[in-house]
């Protein structure tokens, strides 16, 4: 499994983007990049998944570079409902495979 | 997506008790996993639970501190056994599901041993 690293904590204004980078220098072939989201008393969720170049769902957009070892999260205007920890995953497509979370990046958006 | 419950959402025990958390998915599963996550923490994998075999533990976990059930493919139980204050976390389930290997959690259970 890719070690993956990120800040340990980010602070944003409200309606501001917000960019959150991982570095996942030994990711391997077969890795998918995976976002997570964790509000306090609740279990992580799946936020946005990608391989390479740029991935847009309703929630966020991930940006890939070609060599795969770093990702981007952005977070588009982001609101108080926003502050959460972001973890980055580097998760193989065979499955069944247990994960390794990092520490995550605690964003805090100020009012 | 499947959508994962667990039970309980929190409770207190008393030291040297044991507390049993169950967690039933909507959706036939192949695995399930179980992670601790102390406070201000990120998680750790306790236990890999597949149906019909025994539990696959992570370093630092043991089958007696930590007993797992996989009676059926939507439904687990973990058990923490004889507990300590250093148990107490919050513990969660999760399980792989859909095409893409996401991995849903449920809400977790928020354990205090006094």
């Known amino acids: 499994l890719a070690k993956t690293t990120q800040p340990i904590s980010m602070d944003s204004y409200e309606g501001q983007e917000v960019n959150i980078t991982c570095s996942h220098n030994?990711?391997?072939?077969?890795?998918?990049i995976t976002w997570y989201q964790q509000f306090p008393s609740q279990g992580p969720r799946f936020i946005i998944q990608g391989y390479k170049t740029k991935v847009t769902n309703e929630v966020a957009s991930l940006f890939i570079p070609a060599d795969r070892k770093s990702s981007t999260l952005s977070l588009p205007r982001v609101s108080l409902s926003d502050t959460a920890v972001y973890y980055c995953l580097c998760i193989s497509n065979f499955g069944n495979e247990k994960l390794t979370f990092g520490t995550g990046t605690r964003l805090t958006i100020i009012p | 997506s499947a959508v994962i419950s667990q039970k309980p959402s929190r409770d207190i025990c008393q030291r040297g008790t044991s507390l049993t958390i169950q967690c039933q998915v909507d959706s036939q599963v192949t695995m399930m996993f179980w992670y601790r996550q102390q406070p201000g923490q990120s998680l750790t994998l306790i236990a890999t639970?597949?149906?019909?075999?025994?539990?696959?533990?992570e370093s630092g976990f043991v089958i007696d501190k930590f007993p797992i059930s996989r009676p059926n493919l939507t439904f687990s139980t973990l058990t923490v056994s004889n507990m300590s204050p250093e148990d107490s976390s919050i513990y969660l389930c999760?399980?792989?599901?859909?095409?893409?290997?996401?991995?849903?959690f449920g809400a977790g259970t928020r354990l205090s041993v006094l």
């Open positions: 639970a597949n149906q019909g075999s025994e539990a696959t533990y």
């Open positions: 030994n990711i391997a072939t077969n890795d998918y």
């Open positions: 999760s399980v792989e599901y859909g095409i893409q290997n996401i991995q849903y």
